[in-house]
């Protein structure tokens, strides 16, 4: 493994961390969450501006997503890079429009057979629950069971009944039902299993800036917060809570771009995806909890900035598969070595 970036790699996520920081300040993203979605359609249409998803290789494309969550943007990257990335991948182009992901389902993420069943001629029929993305979403990226057996569909998202889905941290997702929906066939069960390790990775990219954001805004808190005549973080277990944090991020950080670098090189990665999302779950838990619990009542202030990286931690620890579902998947492939 290359643990090395290219030039062009770190000038990618320099420009990223500029545009995001000076956009998703604290103010703006309280006008955005007012507006009930949180979604910043200012700050998509900037990043959309300065990169060319299509054009970005997987590791780049991960980075821009570090810088993403390290901010807690309101932005579907993740979802929406994923979907063009795959699609560039199959050789597909993307049209311009904000694509998403239609692959979980009632108590079920990334199914081994879905429940939307596709027809002969294409049609879609079913119904798919929590699609990030999906009430803004111009394409869907599908997940479904035909006759050649489990495979992805591209589908007008305009064709479908959509309804609001609020998650923990106030995003809208939808759900998605089909009714003999029309839809283009881009892939088979293997494409199906690499969207599905896309959409996975990905999310773990954004969970790591989540927590690197958490850890450095609370690191900074108890430097400057003071009890009994010296800053808390002076207090044996407040430095033990944050030094605990710091070695997640080490280890989310080495697994997570194992993952990225696997996949981008072709090579067999559903054992280091999981990893990552394994340490990104966990990691994301523990870092969420400390982050709270070193700001005291000030991390759950709404007018502060911490709950946000409780809220986006929580949410993106049980994302395509909480550490238990990863656990469990980590143990077959090596049951199966």
């Given at each position: ?11 990618a996520a320099?420009l ?6 000076d ?9 955005v ?19 060319d998803?299509a054009?970005?290789d997987l ?14 943007a ?10 063009v990335?795959f ?7 993307a ?5 998403a992901?239609?692959v979980a ?20 029929t ?5 699609v990030?993305?999906?009430?803004a ?17 591209l589908v007008?998202a ?6 609001a889905?609020h ?5 809208a ?10 839809s ?20 773990a ?21 003071e009890?009994f005549g ?31 670098w ?6 067999q990665?559903a ?8 340490w ?15 700001h005291?009542?000030?991390g ?8 946000r990286?409780?809220?986006?931690a ?8 909480g550490?238990t ?13």
């Amino acid at each position: 493994m290359d643990f090395l970036f290219t030039p062009e790699q770190d000038e990618a996520a320099a420009l990223a961390a500029r545009i995001v920081g000076d956009k998703a300040t604290p103010a703006r993203m309280k006008q955005v969450e007012a507006a009930g979605d949180r979604f910043d359609r200012e700050l998509w249409a900037t990043l959309g501006e300065a990169f060319d998803w299509a054009d970005l290789d997987l590791v780049t494309l991960a980075r821009v997503l570090v810088e993403v969550g390290r901010k807690v943007a309101p932005v579907p990257l993740a979802v929406h890079g994923a979907c063009v990335r795959f699609l560039a991948d199959a050789g597909e182009a993307a049209d311009a429009g904000l694509y998403a992901a239609a692959v979980a389902e009632e108590r079920s993420h990334l199914p081994a057979t879905p429940t939307v069943t596709a027809d002969g001629s294409g049609a879609l029929t079913g119904t798919k629950t929590l699609v990030r993305a999906g009430m803004a979403a111009d394409v869907l990226l599908v997940t479904a069971t035909g006759p050649e057996g489990v495979g992805v569909h591209l589908v007008d998202a305009g064709a479908t009944d959509r309804q609001a889905q609020h998650t923990s941290d106030g995003d809208a997702t939808a759900l998605v039902t089909f009714a003999g929906t029309p839809s283009t066939k881009v892939g088979d069960a293997a494409a199906a299993e690499r969207l599905g390790q896309l959409l996975t990775v990905l999310a773990a990219a954004e969970q790591l800036g989540v927590t690197e954001g958490a850890l450095t805004l609370t690191s900074s808190y108890a430097k400057s917060r003071e009890q009994f005549g010296r800053p808390i973080a002076t207090f044996q277990a407040v430095s033990q809570r944050l030094a605990d944090g710091f070695i997640d991020v080490l280890g989310q950080r080495l697994t997570l771009w194992q993952a990225v670098w696997r996949l981008a090189e072709g090579l067999q990665a559903a054992t280091e995806v999981a990893v990552a999302k394994l340490w990104a779950a966990d990691a994301g838990h523990r870092l969420a909890h400390t982050t709270v619990h070193v700001h005291g009542g000030v991390g759950i202030d709404l007018d502060g900035e911490a709950h946000r990286y409780f809220t986006s931690a929580k949410r993106f620890e049980f994302l395509f598969g909480g550490a238990t579902e990863q656990a469990l998947a980590i143990g077959r492939s090596l049951a199966d070595a």
